[in-house]
């Protein structure tokens, strides 16, 4: 997938025009790639038109004008562009009662430092490569958003669009799994192009 550049990034009077508009096809984009998986989890499968507008999100609400740190943002969300071969997503942990945040969470943990969350690929598992530094089991914490790469062996990328793929969880306080849809399927082929 071909990085982004800072060039491309709009300064905050021209993104304000094409803001809502833009923000518009974002969710249109980001609905079939959005997968719940068992009660508490989200996985949010990103590209680069997603990335973009995260960065631009960022540059508006912090107001960012120097062209260094908005390289600065460029470059942290090009680390997460899905690479050849891979799909990329953020994976959320929506907890709704807030009195259950902590509970959730406590369960939970360990979540991104095992073999728990896994792709399926027909016969093919691939196991979630998550982002480090966003738990802490010593200390019992985890955060609600987690980074996570699905590196497709050659096999599995030819058989994606036909067979069977499901994100599984089979954590010892939550398994689940779903089956992703024709359309879903679908929007991330072109990630793995």
């Known amino acids: 997938m071909k990085l982004l550049e800072t060039r491309e990034i709009l300064n905050l009077v021209e993104y304000e025009k094409v ?53 600065e943002e460029v470059e ?24 259950q945040i902590k509970p959730v969470l406590d369960k939970l943990l360990g979540i991104d430092t095992r073999d728990y969350v896994r792709m399926t690929v027909g016969p093919h598992v691939i ?12 200390r019992g914490k985890l955060s609600a958003v987690h980074f996570v790469r699905f590196a497709l062996p050659p096999e599995a990328r030819r ?22 849809s024709d359309e879903t399927r679908r929007s991330l082929l072109a990630d793995l192009a």
Do not use: C
């Open 76 to 99: 942290v969300y090009n680390g997460l562009l899905p690479r050849a071969g891979e799909l990329s997503a953020t994976m959320l942990i929506e907890i709704v009662d807030a009195s």
């Open 19 to 71: 803001r809502e508009a833009r923000r518009r096809e974002i969710i249109e984009l980001k609905r079939p790639r959005r997968v719940q998986v068992g009660r508490y989890l989200t996985f949010v499968f990103e590209n680069r038109e997603t990335m973009w507008f995260q960065i631009q999100e960022m540059v508006r609400a912090e107001r960012l004008v120097d062209e260094a740190k908005i390289a």
């Open 127 to 138: 196991v979630g490569d998550f982002e480090a530094g966003h738990s802490d089991e010593e």
């Open 159 to 180: 058989s994606f669009a036909t067979a069977e793929v499901a994100l599984v969880v089979e954590h010892p306080n939550e398994r689940a799994r779903s089956v992703l």
